[in-house]
């Protein structure tokens, strides 16, 4: 038996420092800017170069239709006091019967070590959890990415596992290129008792996590 999605709402969250919100046509500019850092296009499959045409075909199409289709939901991370985009929260591959969905999340280069990545994501389960009933969250890291996993372990995951060889990540070439190079994923999960006694983190963290299949 399956069960049919409803779609996700279109809402908006706060933190004490942040607001998550769906994106709009200007942040297509910061958004382009993010997905060509070097970290970004390490630990991602983004496209590269990503230009400002692919962040706003991404913006006005593909994110709107993932949303109502139930698919996924992405939020713009932006500073509370500045409005500034500090980031990227996304959910993807959900599964309504199960009430389980994977969490990804990205943050520029400017914001990092601030604690907005834990802080998003943090707001972002407590929201699954309580309105959207939601039972399951999944976070995939790569191996080696151990900024991505600290901020998992901030907000409560608990590590399940290895997939050997599941991820492909990115390295710089000789001559400035990129080539691809596969290693491990780090499963890790967070269920609604596991948020249990978790404040609300403001600690560094690096923030970018495995955002699969992302056009």
């Given at each position: 038996?399956?069960?049919?999605?409803?779609?996700?709402?279109?809402?908006?969250?706060?933190?004490?420092?942040?607001?998550?919100?769906?994106?709009?046509?200007?942040?297509?500019?910061?958004?382009?800017?993010?997905?060509?850092?070097?970290?970004?296009?390490?630990?991602?499959?983004?496209?590269?170069?990503?230009?400002?045409?692919?962040?706003?075909?991404?913006?006005?199409?593909?994110?709107?239709?993932?949303?109502?289709?139930?698919?996924?939901?992405?939020?713009?991370?932006?500073?509370?006091?500045?409005?500034?985009?500090?980031?990227?929260?996304?959910?993807?591959?959900?599964?309504?019967?199960?009430?389980?969905?994977?969490?990804?999340?990205?943050?520029?280069?400017?914001?990092?070590?601030?604690?907005?990545?834990?802080?998003?994501?943090?707001?972002?389960?407590?929201?699954?959890?309580?309105?959207?009933?939601?039972?399951?969250?999944?976070?995939?890291?790569?191996?080696?990415?151990?900024?991505?996993?600290?901020?998992?372990?901030?907000?409560?995951?608990?590590?399940?596992?290895?997939?050997?060889?599941?991820?492909?990540?990115?390295?710089?070439?000789?001559?400035?290129?990129?080539?691809?190079v596969r290693t491990d994923f780090i499963v890790w999960?967070?269920?609604?008792?596991?948020?249990?006694?978790?404040?609300?983190?403001?600690?560094?963290?690096?923030?970018?996590?495995?955002?699969?299949?992302?056009?």
């Amino acid at each position: 038996m399956t069960t049919a999605s409803p779609g996700f709402p279109d809402v908006s969250l706060s933190t004490e420092r942040l607001v998550l919100r769906p994106f709009e046509e200007a942040d297509v500019p910061a958004l382009a800017e993010m997905m060509n850092d070097e970290l970004v296009v390490t630990w991602t499959a983004v496209p590269q170069p990503y230009t400002e045409e692919e962040a706003r075909a991404w913006v006005a199409d593909h994110a709107p239709t993932e949303r109502t289709a139930g698919r996924g939901l992405d939020f713009a991370v932006a500073e509370f006091l500045t409005q500034r985009l500090v980031g990227v929260v996304r959910l993807a591959g959900t599964d309504w019967r199960v009430r389980s969905t994977e969490l990804s999340y990205i943050v520029a280069p400017w914001a990092r070590g601030e604690g907005y990545a834990s802080e998003a994501a943090l707001a972002t389960a407590r929201w699954l959890f309580d309105d959207q009933k939601f039972e399951r969250i999944e976070i995939r890291t790569a191996a080696d990415n151990t900024a991505s996993q600290q901020v998992a372990q901030k907000i409560g995951c608990i590590s399940e596992g290895v997939l050997r060889n599941a991820c492909i990540a990115r390295a710089r070439t000789e001559d400035g290129g990129w080539t691809e190079v596969r290693t491990d994923f780090i499963v890790w999960s967070l269920l609604p008792e596991d948020l249990e006694g978790v404040g609300d983190p403001l600690a560094g963290d690096g923030g970018y996590s495995s955002f699969p299949d992302w056009n």
